[in-house]
């Protein structure tokens, strides 16, 4: 059971717009959200983090936000670049330190 | 000051053969997490170490899976009679420690296919 989902395989945008990428969970239990990048044949790397207790947090053009009531969060990027494009997964941290990983969105800047 | 490194990058085996997968954590990170990724999924979680010892072994699939972590540093992930199944690409990842912000680091993964 997919307890942390990203529904769209996929995303186009142009360079320059605004690429938002959307993730839900079902376990209320989850207390730490993360987005990750994925450059074919490497490993995800953390891209930014929010807290339960927050609503968004920002860093450069990175933004995340947490909706808990509708168990959705969602990641902008403003203003998208080439170099965005990649893989990106949600991921959701489980009280005792299990992560777990939604299917992932593959972001495609064009330029 | 190298990342996470894993070995070997890409694991050929026929089906019912044994396989060992190593990792290669950051220096002083104390947690060490081993994931599976199939095609089309996110990474799944198998196991994780804090120190030495196994402290969630929730996610391994079943007992032909084992792992180690002898000295508290590098960890093996052992797959017996391997299956079609079990090819994915088995990332690992480290962390400085058990803390909500302290970040999971992850190696480029082994791809591992079974015939």
């Known amino acids: 059971d997919q307890q942390v989902k990203q529904n769209s395989p996929s995303l186009s945008v142009q360079e320059g717009r605004i690429s938002i990428l959307n993730c839900d969970y079902t376990?209320?239990?989850?207390?730490?959200f993360l987005w990750y990048k994925k450059y074919p044949a490497e490993g995800p790397t953390f891209l930014i983090s929010?807290?339960?207790?927050?609503d968004k947090n920002e860093d450069g053009r990175f933004t995340v936000f947490l909706n808990k009531s509708a168990k959705h969060l969602s990641l902008h990027i403003v203003p998208s670049q080439p170099g965005d494009s990649a893989v990106y997964f949600c991921?959701?941290?489980?009280?005792?330190?299990?992560?777990?990983f939604g299917t992932g969105t593959s972001l495609t800047v064009i330029p | 000051g190298a990342g996470v490194s894993q070995t070997p990058s890409n694991k050929v085996t026929e089906k019912g053969k044994y396989v060992e997968l190593r990792c290669d954590p950051i220096?002083?990170?104390?947690?060490l997490y081993w994931y599976r990724q199939s095609l089309g999924q996110g990474p799944e979680f198998l196991i994780y170490?804090?120190?030495?010892?196994?402290?969630?072994d929730s996610g391994l699939p079943n007992d032909r899976f084992f792992a180690v972590r002898p000295e508290g540093s590098v960890s093996t992930l052992k797959i017996q009679r391997t299956e079609r199944g079990d090819s994915a690409v088995y990332l690992c990842?480290?962390?400085?420690?058990?803390?909500?912000?302290?970040?999971?680091?992850f190696g480029p993964g082994t791809r591992l296919t079974v015939l």
């Open positions: 990842a480290s962390r400085l420690g058990l803390g909500l912000t302290d970040t999971q680091y």
């Open positions: 991921a959701a941290n489980f009280p005792g330190n299990q992560f777990y």
């Open positions: 929010i807290s339960s207790i927050k």
């Open positions: 376990n209320s239990m989850f207390d730490y």
């Open positions: 170490f804090q120190g030495t010892g196994a402290a969630d």
């Open positions: 220096s002083g990170h104390t947690a």
